[in-house]
T-cell receptor, first 114, second 111 residues
Framework: EAGVAQSPRYKIIEKRQSVAFWCNPI?????LYWYQQILGQGPKLLIQ????????DSQLPKDRFSAERLKGVDSTLKIQPAKLEDSAVYLC????????????FGPGTRLTVT | QKEVEQDPGPLSVPEGAIVSLNCTYS??????FMWYRQYSRKGPELLMY????GNKEDGRFTAQVDKSSKYISLFIRDSQPSDSATYLC???????????FGQGTRLTINP
């Protein structure tokens, strides 16, 4: 079974630039999550989708972050404009609707904002 | 105050030792308790899952939940160098369907 795919794996941008991350979840998983993990901290949920609808985006900085999940499969997370404090690993995870505690994570995208 | 507190370590122990990792929490609505393991430059992976209070054992790993004290633990017996990783506790309230993670404890098992 293929795991959660993410790209790119690494990205370096200057502040005020924009960046986009892509995620392909495990086939059949209706729920998709985007997390931000700052160095030395645990993952923080940014947004949760069920199929193509948003379940929770309470911690998403909506003035600069946006996310979409077209057709309920792939998802993209965008930051525009980026700030220095956005430097982190962005993790995508997926789960079945009834098994939310068992989330399968991708390898993450390591973003450095200079 | 953070909802979930976890000592970040780092923790370094010799091979074969018993390891104890702990988290405390403040939200009494938490009902689901998980331990995830994260190797360097990888995403977390689920290690143990417990619903409500009690103990759960899986091979060398034992998870304990004490809801009265708002305290959870993960014990690793006969620790191996391959257990070297960051261990993240995670919790969720009934109906919330989202996880709140601790800071993670970085563990090193020395051969």
């Amino acid at each position: 079974e293929a795991g959660v795919a993410q790209s790119p794996r690494y990205k370096i941008i200057e502040k005020r630039q924009s960046v986009a991350f892509w995620c392909n979840p495990i086939s059949g998983h209706a729920t998709l999550y985007w997390y931000q993990q700052i160095l030395g901290q645990g993952p923080k949920l940014l947004i949760q989708f069920q199929n193509n609808g948003v379940v929770d985006d309470s911690q998403l900085p909506k003035d600069r972050f946006s996310a979409e999940r077209l057709k309920g499969v792939d998802s993209t997370l965008k930051i525009q404009p980026a700030k220095l404090e956005d430097s982190a690993v962005y993790l995508c995870a997926s789960s079945s609707v009834t098994g939310f505690w068992e989330q399968y994570f991708g390898p993450g995208t390591r973003l450095t904002v200079t | 105050q953070k909802e979930v507190e976890q000592d970040p370590g780092p923790l370094s122990v010799p091979e074969g030792a018993i390891v104890s990792l702990n988290c405390t929490y403040s939200n009494s609505a938490f009902q689901y308790f998980m331990w995830y393991r994260q190797y360097s430059r990888k995403g977390p992976e689920l290690l143990m899952y417990t619903y409500s209070s009690g103990n759960k054992e899986d091979g060398r790993f034992t998870a304990q939940v004490d809801k009265s004290s708002k305290y959870i633990s993960l014990f690793i017996r006969d620790s191996q160098p391959s257990d070297s990783a960051t261990y993240l506790c995670a919790m969720s309230a009934r109906g919330a369907q989202k996880l709140v993670f601790g800071q993670g404890t970085r563990l090193t098992i020395n051969p």
